[in-house]
Nanobody
Framework: QVQLVESGGGSAQSGGSLRLTCAAS????????MGWFRQAPGMEREGVGY???????NYAESVRGRFTISQDNARNTAYLQMNSLKPEDTAMYYC???????????????WGQGTQVTVSS
């Protein structure tokens, strides 16, 4: 079965950077879309952004210009580079995979276990 494993979470100061990694097995990142989501305590899960099979990216307004999603086909891995971190970025971060239809992402069906990001002021 498809397995997604996130890593790279941890603590950072406000203004700092972290890079999250999502390693996929039994799934090719070129197959469809790789997305990043986050959920803070007591809050609903929200989409951070995604990258499609043709490398088009889309970001939530709250992270646009600070976060960058990329993928490495050879390593079958997706990344979330987070710069200029803010305390409100504190959350559990999840990667997810979705099949695509003509580069349009379908439902995100496969999910990782999450990695915690904590940003202090």
């Amino acid at each position: 079965q498809v397995q997604l494993v996130e890593s790279g979470g941890g603590s950072a100061q406000s203004g700092g950077s972290l890079r999250l990694t999502c390693a996929a097995s039994r799934w090719s990142v070129r197959t469809g879309c790789m997305g990043w989501f986050r959920q803070a305590p007591g809050m609903e899960r929200e989409g951070v952004g995604y990258i499609s099979s043709n490398d088009n990216t889309n970001y939530a307004e709250s992270v646009r210009g600070r976060f960058t999603i990329s993928q490495d086909n050879a390593r079958n891995t997706a990344y979330l580079q987070m710069n200029s971190l803010k305390p409100e970025d504190t959350a559990m971060y999840y990667c997810a995979a979705a099949r695509a239809d003509n580069s349009n992402c379908l439902d995100f069906t496969y999910w990782g276990q999450g990695t915690q990001v904590t940003v202090s002021s």
